[in-house]
């Protein structure tokens, strides 16, 4: 049974950071895609980072590009969202996502392509 695990959120203040970690179990992220996205209260669920573990670089939203880093720690099988300079609008339930397989650049930030969940880790940035 694949399950996700989320942790590392909190609340900080604008211009702080923090470092998201997605613990996967009864999986490997060989091969995979993985994606962190984030969903605030009325809004729709967005798409921040993603990854094609197997080669290739990162995809980023515009919103958080050169502040966000997703990267991954094949021993611990474990992948990180980074998230440095954190603004307000940061504020969300952030998720992260996989999928077995190849997902293209234009797919890695969309919800509908990943097939597993994790249950979500709150951020809350203040001002």
């Known amino acids: 049974q694949v399950q996700l695990v989320e942790s590392g959120g909190g609340s900080v203040q604008s211009g702080g950071s923090l470092r998201l970690s997605c613990a996967a179990s009864g999986y490997t992220y060989s091969t995979s895609c993985v994606g962190w996205f984030r969903q605030a209260p009325g809004k729709e669920r967005e798409g921040v980072a993603g990854?094609?573990?197997?080669?290739?670089?990162?995809s980023y939203a515009d919103s958080v590009k050169g502040r966000f880093t997703i990267s991954r720690d094949n021993a611990k099988n474990t992948v990180y969202l980074q998230m440095n300079s954190l603004k307000p609008e940061d504020t969300a339930m952030y998720y992260c996502?996989?999928?077995?397989?190849?997902?293209?650049?234009?797919?890695?930030?969309?919800?509908?392509?990943?097939?597993?969940w994790g249950q979500g880790t709150q951020v809350t940035v203040s001002s």
């Open positions: 990854i094609y573990t197997g080669f290739g670089s990162p």
């Open positions: 996502a996989t999928k077995k397989g190849y997902c293209s650049l234009g797919t890695r930030l969309t919800a509908s392509a990943y097939d597993y």
